[in-house]
Structure formats: C-alpha cells, structure tokens
T-cell receptor, first 115, second 114 residues
C-alpha cells in the first residue's frame, strides 16, 4: 500500500535560516504529491503540489519542493525562515491509479522557528 | 466566496453514543471528503462523496457513515462511539475532475469521547 514517510517529527531552525522538511513516498509509480500546512486550531492549507509537470514546484509563502524520482522524495524548502512559518507540515500523496482523490498523509513535522 | 465550514467546533460525547458532524462545502465544489486526525498524527481518509454517492472509503468500520445532500453539504455520522474516536474530524471539498484538484479543508470538529 502507498505510504508517506516524513523524516523528523520536529525541526527547529533560527529565523532567517534555511528550512528543509523531508518527505519520501513508497511507490514504483510516482504519485501526485502535496505539502500542506496546519496552524494551531485550523484546518489544512495547501502549500504546493506536484502533478507530473515541472519537477521543481513553487508554492505559497516562499516555499518550494523538488520531486526526485530516483530518490522517491519530495522535500520542502524555504531559503529563509520567518517566525510565522512555525506550524505543522504534512506531506501527502494521491496514487495516480484510481480516481478517488484520497489523500494519504505522512505523520507530520512540527517546525519551530527561533528568534 | 465562502470557504468550507464545519459544525460544531467542539463536541463531547460518552462511549456508546452517536454523533453527527456537519460540513458545508465551498461554492461550486461537488466532491466532499472526510478525514480523521488523531492527536499528533496525520489525517486519515474516512470516505468521499461525489454527487450524493459514496465513491471511496478508507479503512474505517461501518459505524462511520455519511451523507451528501443536493446542495453538496455533507454529514459524518459515527455510531457506538469508542474512546479511540476522539480526534479532529476534517472535511474537505474540491471541484470534480482531476483527483489532484486542490482540496480545501474546513477548520475541523474536535470530538472528545469520554
């Protein structure tokens, strides 16, 4: 079954430092890939998605992610962290087979940004 | 444009009771999905409704059921509540068409089962 692994349940960076959140998927056929952000007591907001077009995907709030088929990875980056980036981040996939739009989420990574 | 709304915000029930959670989809969205997010976990897919029919289901028992209405709003019903049902329940809506169309999430309903 398709699964998503997010390496590191907690990541701490200083304000202005590079943000790198890791995500790997388990599938021989690349799925559709997503990154969502969840602020406390809120629902999820889509940051960006990969749907088999350009491998480098740019999203909102300065985030981007690169799809690497050889590494089955879709890591999320941001060059310079801002205090407002502190939140829970989820990587998710939708298998390309089937058509339910069922999102399969990773366990999440809590991003802490220190002043 | 109104986003996805859910009610109630919080709910406390006891074991064995039944609960109904409600979701209003974003305007123009006819596909609604429900997710369960346990504390410290990623959301898990419960089921999806498209034009009032269930067209996808996750690994949840039959006591989790749903409805979608002609205006595309939706309900999630859970019977015989168990302690492990305590979670944040998220509703998401999207336009029909590609499965990777953006899903817009509501703020969720926090269910506590005592």
């Amino acid at each position: 079954a398709q699964s998503v692994t997010q390496l590191g349940s907690h990541v701490s960076v200083s304000e202005g430092a590079l943000v790198l959140l890791r995500c790997n998927y388990s599938s021989s056929v690349p799925p559709y890939l997503f990154w969502y952000v969840q602020y406390p007591n809120q629902g999820l907001q889509l940051l960006l998605k990969y749907t088999s077009a350009a491998t480098l995907v740019k999203g909102i709030n300065g985030f981007e992610a690169e799809f690497k088929k050889s590494e089955t990875s879709f890591h999320l980056t941001k060059p310079s962290a801002h205090m407002s980036d502190a939140a829970e981040y989820f990587c998710a996939v939708i298998p390309t087979s089937g058509n339910t739009g069922k999102l399969i989420f990773g366990q999440g990574t809590t991003l802490q940004v220190k002043p | 444009e109104t986003g996805v709304t859910q009610s109630p915000t919080h709910l406390i029930k006891t074991r064995g009771q039944q609960v109904t959670l409600r979701c209003s989809s974003q305007s123009g969205h006819n596909t609604v999905s429900w997710y369960q997010q346990a504390l410290g976990q990623g959301p898990q897919f419960i089921f999806q409704y498209y034009r009032e029919e269930e067209n996808g289901r996750g690994n949840f028992p039959p006591r989790f059921s749903g409805l979608q209405f002609p205006n595309y709003s939706s309900e999630l019903n859970v019977n015989a509540l168990e302690l492990d049902d305590s979670a944040l329940y998220l509703c998401a809506s999207r336009e029909e068409g590609y499965p990777y169309n953006e899903q817009f999430f509501g703020p969720g309903t926090r269910l506590t089962v005592l």
